[in-house]
């Protein structure tokens, strides 16, 4: 027996996550989606991990190129989260805008030059679970920037000075 999935989505709403987007290269094609689903692993050594669901179009070439980047969102980079969850109907390699400063690290991912943070990884390990897959990453290279991280709760974006501001 299990939890119904509508009320266990619900309840997942009130789980308030930081905002990335997770990018790779594969085969020189960039792709890329908007996730919460992001997790420290391991501290030594460093490994994160991200679940992905089998139908993002990110899904496979994350498995096959064998590398990823997590990028941290800040407050300025909404359009971009949108963006890259797919929803202006924009896919694959045009998702990475020309007014966003695209580069690469160690593993070749394409990162956001202004993200807070870059974790840019090579694949260890995957999980199969149910719709979505585990991917582990160890971190080979990391850049780390000033500013506010973007929240993601209960269906919006939500900004940290709005959480002081009402809290
Ligand atoms: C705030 C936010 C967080 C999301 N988090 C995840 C996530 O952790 N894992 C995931 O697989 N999809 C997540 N999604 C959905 C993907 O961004 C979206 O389904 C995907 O990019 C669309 O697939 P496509 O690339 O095939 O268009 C999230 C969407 C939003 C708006």
Redesign the pocket.
Same mark, same amino acid.
């Given at each position: 027996m299990t939890a119904d999935m509508a009320t266990f989505k619900k309840g997942m709403r009130q789980l308030a !996550?930081g905002?990335t987007l997770?990018t790779t290269s594969c085969e020189g094609v960039r792709? !890329?989606?908007? =996730?919460? =689903? #992001?997790c420290s692993v391991s501290a030594a050594p460093p490994q994160l991990l #991200?679940?992905?669901?089998k139908?993002?179009? =990110?899904?496979d070439p994350i498995g096959k190129s064998g590398i990823f980047a997590v990028n941290v969102l800040s407050t300025k980079h909404i359009a971009l989260?949108?963006r890259?969850? !797919?929803?202006e109907g924009i896919?694959g390699d045009a998702r990475f805008d020309e007014k966003s400063n695209w580069r690469t690290l160690t593993t070749g991912a394409p990162v956001l030059a202004d993200a807070l943070v870059n974790f840019d990884c090579k694949l260890i390990n995957r999980v199969d679970v149910g719709t979505?897959t585990i991917y582990i990453g160890s971190i080979v290279d990391v850049a780390v920037s000033d500013g506010s991280p973007l929240i993601?709760a209960d269906g919006l974006?939500v900004t940290p000075q709005a959480i002081a501001a009402t809290g």
């Open positions: !996550g905002v997770i792709c !890329g989606l908007t =996730a919460t =689903a #992001v #991200v679940c992905v669901n139908t993002a179009s =990110a899904h989260a949108l890259f969850s !797919g929803q896919d979505h993601y974006f």
